[in-house]
């Protein structure tokens, strides 16, 4: 809990340029469309933020989770998250999910 404490504190920045992150609400929209150029990038956007809460100690996600197991879950359980509701950026909603998901223990 620490680290995810910790994590998030670096994830609030200040100032955000829009331009910059990409929005949860912006994230989710695009990981639900049927477009095929948004479901490949949503697969690598969502596989690298997999590798960041696990590489960060964030979320413990099992050996063998599909990736479409991650934007599945992603995707149903991002509106809950407090970081959507605010639309920050969507690695901070996605750290919420996975590390709710997947605890390290």
Known sequence: MKNLVFLLSLLVPISVNASVTLSSKNAHSLC?????DWI????GLIQGYADFVVLSGA???PAGTTRTTLITLYTDR???TQAFSKD???LAAAIEVF???YPCK
């Open 32 to 36: 639900t469309t049927s477009d095929m």
């Open 40 to 43: 490949n990038f949503c697969n």
């Open 59 to 61: 979320a413990c996600i």
């Open 78 to 80: 991002v509106p809950s």
């Open 88 to 90: 920050e950026p969507a």
């Open 99 to 101: 590390s709710r998901l």
